[in-house]
């Protein structure tokens, strides 16, 4: 069964740093799209940042360049969202998602993604 659990979610004062992870259980995602996705109440879930597994490759909203960095841990099969600089708009549930095959046309589609996680709550307290 695959799993995807999120974890380092919690309360920040404006302008503080979260570390989100993604660890991934009963498959491997090696050379499989991964992202972030967020939602906020009220609002539509929301691309955040994507990677491709194998390669580097990685895509960011306009909103969190600069402040976000998506990186993964090949040996672990585990995910991260490094955010800083966080402002009272990130708050939000963060999803971590996970392509189940090789090949993408998009990355930042919720369609595109056929695995998702829990959720973990960033809240940033001006």
């Known amino acids: 069964q695959v799993q995807l659990v999120e974890s380092g979610g919690g309360l920040v004062q404006a302008g503080g740093s979260l570390r989100l992870s993604c660890a991934a259980s009963g498959r491997t995602f090696s050379g499989n799209l991964m992202g972030w996705f967020r939602q906020a109440p009220g609002k539509e879930r929301e691309f955040v940042a994507a990677?491709?597994?194998?390669?580097?490759?990685?895509w960011y909203r306009d909103s969190v360049k600069g402040r976000f960095t998506i990186s993964r841990d090949d040996a672990k099969n585990t995910m991260y969202l490094q955010m800083n600089s966080l402002k009272s708009e990130d708050t939000a549930v963060y999803y971590c998602?996970?392509?189940?095959?090789?090949?993408?046309?998009?990355?930042?589609?919720?369609?595109?993604?056929?695995?998702w996680g829990q959720g973990t709550q960033v809240t940033v307290s001006s």
């Open positions: 998602a996970a392509r189940g095959s090789r090949g993408y046309i998009t990355y930042d589609l919720r369609s595109v993604y056929d695995y």
């Open positions: 990677l491709r597994w194998s390669g580097g490759i990685t």
